[in-house]
């Protein structure tokens, strides 16, 4: 008997990144059949996720240009004015090739947060709709050299994540936001994160469009985009508390997945920002509209409590104003938390939480399939933890199990789920918190880069070892 299996590799190229989502195969050795069917069909996809900067490292090698987190970090030109790094290609090619040799599906995300330093220098980056440009280039020399073989793409990781950090709160490169959203020298919290936002889903919407048109039947895979999500439960049953909890969403994940689904912004953000919202042209809106993902991936960690900052007196805080739609986000009301809290200060285990965000997904964009691109738990390494302790990682089995049995809730609902993919293989640069947090199933002694597992590993191989005899044996 095989089972379904998954661990991670990544690639970076033009200093843009790519993540790998990969599944394999191997030996069954669980004999703990589950007593119940598994909601798991037998195409559904088990994994681990990573990301090649937070892995790679490769500083200015092999022709790697200065992206923007080393320069960020660390305090030569890419993209179509660097040329095609063919060093880069190459050992991608080898290690596509060895995956697959070994039974192993990769799983490719093209942009993870990283670019080149030069399109900041150039035009400003995102910014600039010369980026859009430089995005689709890359995507088409991946489908090119890497098609043939690799069957699940998405364009980017995140971007409604990466545009609150980047151009909002200003806490991740380029570092641009203002007043009261954060504290820079440069850049508008108002205006910038849509303005960029704008070029990331139009650059989306063209590379999709260049693989469904010049590769997709050829290649026969698919390709989506990877957005965070958070659920929101509103801190009351009043109707402002309620569309507030709305409008938070519209803020976060529905920014960036109803232009994708539907050619449009969610009119929360249209009502609220009015000409500070761009809008799509006619013939953007027909990209858009012919460039249909075949699958949303999301990022899903966490949730909170939502209070109505729009009608109702609010104190300030993380969500409380315009740019981010007037819905105060909040861990506890009073002595009640949103689920349990963690050391990782925006990590609150909420299961139930993860199951009605899908049951939510579901309802707005009908139809659409959904993986899980990541999930999973942070450990914060304080001075006195001990490689023990961080080995047996209880809390993390704790937080996964209840997240997958809220997974197979929701698919119970209907939820259309086509794979779970677990943050993260190996613990990683977690990019503010550098290599304080730990999320992987193997642990990292970043002295001598030995990797161990931990006892989450083989608590996720059980797991989809039961769930895979389970599901054989009701076929059977």
């Known amino acids: 008997m095989q089972t379904s299996a ?51 490292g490769a500083y200015l090698t092999d022709g790697k240009s200065l992206n923007n987190w080393d320069v960020f970090t660390h305090e030569h030109p890419g993209g179509r004015f660097g040329g095609i790094n063919y060093s880069g290609i190459k050992y991608y090619n080898i290690v596509i090739d060895a995956l697959i040799s070994r039974g192993i599906k990769p799983f490719v995300t093209l942009s993870h947060m990283d670019y080149p330093q030069a399109f900041e220098n150039r035009f400003q980056g995102w910014l600039s709709p010369e980026m859009q440009k430089e995005f689709v280039y890359l995507a088409d020399l991946c489908f090119k050299h890497f098609g043939n073989r690799v069957k699940y793409w998405t364009t980017i990781n995140e971007p409604n994540q990466q545009l609150i950090l980047s151009y909002k709160t200003g806490i991740f490169p380029p570092a641009r936001c203002s007043s009261p959203y954060g504290n820079c020298s440069q850049g508008n919290s108002e205006t910038e994160p849509f303005i960029a936002a704008h070029n990331m889903i139009l650059a989306h919407a063209k590379s999709v469009n260049i693989y469904q048109t010049k590769y997709q039947k050829e ?8 957005v965070q999500t958070s659920w929101f439960e509103p801190v009351s049953d009043s109707t402002v508390d309620k569309a507030a909890a709305e ?12 232009p994708i689904m539907y050619g449009a912004y969610p009119k929360e953000m249209v009502n609220i920002l009015g000409p500070a919202l761009p809008r799509f042209l006619t013939n953007e809106v027909n990209i858009l509209k012919n460039s249909k993902v075949d699958f949303m991936g999301i990022n899903h960690y966490t949730s909170y409590f939502i209070r109505d900052c729009l009608v109702s ?50 309802n ?6 959904i993986f899980i691109t990541e999930n999973g738990f942070g450990d914060l390494q304080k001075p006195e ?24 809730a929701a698919m119970r609902d209907g939820v259309d789920v086509k794979g779970y993919f677990a943050w993260s293989l190996l613990d990683n ?47 059977n």
Request: hydrophobic letters at 35%; one cysteine or more.
């Open 247 to 258: 409008r938070a969403q519209s803020f976060y994940s529905n920014w960036i997945l109803d």
């Open 6 to 56: 998954s661990f991670v590799i990544v690639i970076f190229l033009q200093s843009f990144s790519l993540l790998f989502h990969v599944y394999g195969l191997h030996e069954t050795t669980s004999h703990d059949i589950l007593k119940h069917s598994s909601p798991f069909p037998s195409d559904f996809l088990f994994g681990t996720a990573s990301s090649a900067y937070q892995y790679e």
């Open 313 to 362: 007196a609010c104190n300030t805080g993380s969500g409380a104003f315009k740019a981010e739609g007037f819905a105060l986000k909040l861990d506890r009301i009073g002595n009640v938390t949103i689920g349990e809290l963690t050391d990782v200060k925006w990590q609150h285990i909420d299961p139930e939480g993860f199951r009605k965000m899908l049951d939510y997904l579901k």
């Open 364 to 369: 707005r964009y009908p139809e659409m399939p």
């Open 385 to 408: 933890t001990t490689v023990k302790e961080l080995l047996h990682d209880t809390k993390r089995i704790q937080y996964m199990s209840g997240y997958l049995e809220a997974l197979q």
């Open 429 to 475: 640069f977690e990019w503010l918190d550098g290599y304080k947090v730990r999320f992987g199933l193997f642990h990292v002694d970043h002295t001598t880069l030995k990797r161990t597992p931990k006892q989450s590993a083989s608590w996720y191989k059980r797991f989809i070892d039961e769930h895979v005899n389970a599901r054989d044996l009701m076929d």
């Open 219 to 226: 290649q026969n895979g698919s390709i989506g985009i990877v």
